[in-house]
T-cell receptor, first 110, second 115 residues
């Protein structure tokens, strides 16, 4: 399957911005999603971007896509303690089957 | 509430035992998936189905079997449990991007320990 890579850990102070990065290998990736997993729970769809877009903003979340470098990032503005979770990026060519990164565990320090 | 329901939430199995993890969705999604999540390894696809009566292997199918007799249900069978199958199992479904933004809806997971 395709390789999707993420850093395992990120710590930020409450109120700062968080940036979670993801790289993928398949240049045909068309659908890119970010999921959030809270402790003991399943994954929830957070936001998405399609390959015909460079940026998508949704309230405190900004997704940036650099297709040339096959790099995806998720920026969380004004990070809160409730944002502490594991964040997964996922990519797909068809939109029906996704490959997931290893997940980035975000810790927000009060 | 509409969504993906997984049962059981927790299970301890002895080596060599068998069990079925249940997954049901009420969103009329055609696509359904089983993933396992191991620490630091992300999610690995075990099996998937694109519709009733159709199933296919994912990245890590060995030791598992599935069936899809209805659109709603997609059970995962472990025939001879091994310690390597200790993991958290997630079922997911999607309508596909042809009908909206796509993305998966996940169940809450089954935590399985094989001893």
């Amino acid at each position: 399957g395709e390789d999707v890579e993420q850093s395992l850990f990120l710590s930020v102070r409450e109120g700062d911005s968080s940036v979670i990065n993801c790289t993928y290998t398949d240049s045909s990736s068309t659908y890119l999603y970010w999921y959030k997993q809270e402790p003991g729970a399943g994954l929830q769809l957070l936001t998405y971007i399609f390959s015909n877009m460079d940026m998508k903003q949704d309230q405190r979340l900004t997704v940036l896509l650099n297709k040339k470098d096959k790099h995806l990032s998720l920026r969380i503005a004004d990070t809160q303690t409730g944002d502490s979770a594991i964040y997964f990026c996922a990519e797909s060519i068809t939109g029906n089957q996704f490959y997931f990164g290893t997940g980035t565990s975000l810790t927000v320090i009060p | 509430n509409a969504g993906v329901t997984q049962t059981p939430k927790f299970r301890i199995l002895k080596i060599g035992q068998s069990m079925t993890l249940q997954c049901a969705q009420d969103m009329n999604h055609n696509y359904m998936y089983w993933y396992r999540q191991d620490p630091g390894m992300g999610l690995k696809l075990i099996y998937y189905s694109v519709g009733a009566g159709i199933t296919d292997k994912g990245e890590v199918p060995n030791g598992y079997n599935v069936s899809r007799s209805t659109t709603e249900d997609f059970p995962l069978r472990l025939e001879l449990a091994a310690p390597s199958q200790t993991s958290v199992y997630f079922c997911a479904s999607t309508q596909g991007v042809g009908q909206g933004i796509g993305g998966y809806t996940f169940g809450s997971g089954t935590r399985l320990t094989v001893v």
